[in-house]
């Protein structure tokens, strides 16, 4: 009878066991880094056009044992000049060199000195720079972590 009830026994325990389900498991990091590094390039191209105008006239005589010939130094001011670069239009006035008056010298055989100069509006000077830099940037990141 004994064994008998040995077998009873185990048949007992078999149908009181319980269920166990699984846990998840995590990793649990101590310590660590991450490192992460971004590159950039940029290429810029540009034209810097400078454009010097003078918008007047400059007439300058000087001299000694000259002689004018008309009543005014001055030529007449109604020559009129229009001039575009590149989609600017400039108009301005200047002299008519073929109204001024005429020297001659006032004791031929002596001495003279004698100067004529014109400068007249317009562009007197352009300046063309083109240029191309490029631009590196490096960034670099390092994250650290502990637990």
Same mark, same amino acid.
């Given at each position: =009878?004994? %064994? !008998? !009830? $040995?077998?009873?026994?185990?048949? @007992? $325990?078999?149908?009181? $066991? %319980?269920?166990?389900? $699984?846990?998840? &498991?995590?990793?649990n990091?101590? /310590?660590?880094? =991450?490192?992460?590094?971004?590159?950039?390039? *940029?290429? &810029?191209?540009?034209?810097?056009?400078? =454009?010097?105008?003078?918008?007047?006239? /400059?007439? &300058?005589?000087?001299?000694?044992?000259?002689? =004018?010939?008309?009543? @005014? !130094?001055?030529?007449?001011? #109604?020559?009129?000049?229009? #001039?575009?670069i590149? +989609?600017?239009?400039?108009?301005?006035?200047?002299?008519? !060199?073929?109204?001024?008056?005429?020297?001659?010298?006032? *004791?031929?055989? +002596?001495?003279?000195?004698?100067?004529? @100069?014109?400068?007249?509006?317009?562009?007197?000077?352009?300046?063309?720079?083109? %240029?191309?830099?490029?631009? /590196?940037?490096?960034?670099?990141?390092?994250?650290?972590? @502990?637990?």
């Amino acid at each position: =009878m004994k %064994r !008998l !009830l $040995a077998i009873v026994v185990g048949v @007992s $325990a078999l149908a009181s $066991a %319980r269920t166990v389900n $699984a846990v998840p &498991v995590v990793p649990n990091f101590t /310590q660590g880094s =991450m490192t992460s590094n971004t590159e950039t390039t *940029s290429t &810029v191209t540009e034209t810097i056009n400078s =454009m010097n105008y003078d918008t007047g006239y /400059q007439y &300058v005589v000087t001299g000694t044992n000259v002689n =004018m010939d008309g009543t @005014s !130094l001055s030529p007449t001011a #109604n020559l009129t000049t229009e #001039n575009t670069i590149e +989609g600017v239009t400039s108009t301005w006035t200047g002299l008519d !060199l073929n109204t001024k008056p005429n020297f001659t010298v006032t *004791s031929p055989g +002596g001495s003279f000195q004698f100067t004529e @100069s014109y400068s007249g509006p317009g562009l007197k000077t352009q300046t063309i720079i083109q %240029r191309t830099t490029e631009i /590196q940037s490096v960034t670099s990141t390092t994250s650290q972590f @502990s637990n």
